[in-house]
């Protein structure tokens, strides 16, 4: 069975970090583009960073230097580090791949995970 299912989400505090993981099942990543969104209740979608198949990395603007996306395909797993968090991060974090890594910049996945909760607050 096909599927990504992430993890690591939970409630911290202005300034804490989380390490989100994406763990794959039934493919393997190392020829898929991987990517990070988020989506807070009543808003569209947005991207926070990709991962090429070659490690060549993008990130958001929101991101200021704050997250660190990276990819284990030994492990099969893609995970973003992130550091410094606001309460503007909130969100659920889904990831999503894709084989060509501009479609995925569009939006086009192959697959993408149910997603795990952020949430930063004092």
């Known amino acids: 069975q096909v599927q990504l299912v992430e993890s690591g989400g939970g409630s911290v505090q202005p300034g804490g970090s989380l390490t989100l993981s994406c763990a794959a099942a039934?493919?393997?990543?190392?020829?898929?583009?991987i990517g990070w969104f988020r989506q807070a209740p009543g808003t569209e979608p947005e991207g926070v960073s990709t991962?090429?198949?070659?490690?060549?990395?993008t990130y958001a603007d929101f991101v200021e230097g704050r997250f660190t996306i990276s990819r284990d395909n030994v492990q099969n797993t893609a995970y973003l580090r992130m550091d410094s968090l606001k309460p503007d991060d909130t969100a659920t974090y889904f990831c999503?791949?894709?084989?060509?890594?501009?479609?995925?910049?569009?939006?086009?996945?192959?697959?993408w995970g149910q997603g795990t909760q952020v949430t930063v607050s004092s």
């Open positions: 999503a791949v894709a084989q060509d890594l501009d479609v995925l910049q569009r939006g086009g996945f192959d697959y």
């Open positions: 039934g493919f393997t990543l190392d020829t898929y583009a």
């Open positions: 991962i090429s198949t070659t490690d060549r990395t």
